[in-house]
């Protein structure tokens, strides 16, 4: 039978690392995941990140994630504010 514990861990581990913005969903920091669970070297990881554009991180982080519970909070506090 398979276990989740790793998945859960992994989860968690992540969390910690968001902090606060975790208590909203899931954040751009969900695309570290692979980082956290993999073994990668310093050269490997800079590799990666300077193959990828911010831009493009941003376009999925939208398109995929969405607004965040804060994104939606500021606007609705900004209406009101008016």
Known sequence: MAS???LESSFGKLKRIERDP???G??????AMGALVGT???DDLK???DQ???KKVD??????????????RK????ETKA
């Open 22 to 24: 975790s208590r909203d």
């Open 75 to 78: 606007q609705f506090f900004a």
């Open 4 to 6: 989740t514990e790793i």
């Open 52 to 54: 990828t554009p911010a």
């Open 40 to 42: 990668w070297s310093a």
């Open 26 to 31: 899931m954040t751009g920091l969900v695309l």
């Open 59 to 72: 376009g999925w982080v939208s398109r995929i994630l969405g607004h965040s519970m804060q994104w939606f």
């Open 47 to 49: 590799a990666a990140l």
